[in-house]
């Protein structure tokens, strides 16, 4: 059974990336590749098979050598595929940003005058002796606390020096 190969697979591996680049300034020959790769003549050898098999690259033979010719035409199918993805994140994205500005807006309207907040909470698994004393010089810590219907937190602020 023969392994069908695309170029997805070919550019999946640095090494094949490297050979491209290589091939796309000027046809090598498999020692002049190899040379430039700290893997066997054999390894080379194979990740050259694999890009003549997804069709980008193609061997010809001048005397007793081997060379290896870039054909860049295929790499198409990314540009494609990559265009076709930044248009649906696009797309997507973009619907985000309306849906959150309306929502924004909405918010703004039936707010009574209460800052929005965004709290952020890390938790240390330490002691908290070691935590504070790992705050070389002074400490800003803020604490939440629930309160009265209306009022989600109220914030209490005190620092530590070190």
């Excluded at 060379?67 to 930044?86: F, G, Q, R």
Aim: charged share 25%; proline share 2%; net charge positive.
């Amino acid at each position: 059974m023969e392994i069908k190969r695309d170029v997805f697979q070919a550019i999946a591996d640095p090494t094949r990336r490297h050979i491209i680049e290589m091939l796309a300034q000027r046809s090598l020959n498999l020692n002049e590749i190899a040379e430039n790769f700290d893997i066997s003549r054999q390894a080379v050898s194979v990740h050259v098979r694999i890009l003549t098999e997804c069709g980008l690259i193609l061997i010809k033979k001048q005397g007793r050598e081997r060379y290896c010719e870039a054909k860049l035409d295929k790499l198409n199918e990314v540009v494609a595929w990559v265009d076709h993805c930044k248009q649906f994140w696009t797309t997507q994205f973009n619907s985000l940003d309306k849906y959150l500005e309306k929502k924004t807006k909405k918010m703004i309207a039936h707010s009574t005058n209460e800052k929005t907040a965004f709290v952020y909470v890390r938790e240390f698994d330490a002691p908290k002796e070691l935590v504070f004393n790992a705050c070389n010089g002074t400490c800003r810590l803020n604490f939440a606390a629930t309160l009265a219907p209306g009022k989600l937190f109220h914030k209490t602020s005190f620092s530590l020096s070190g």
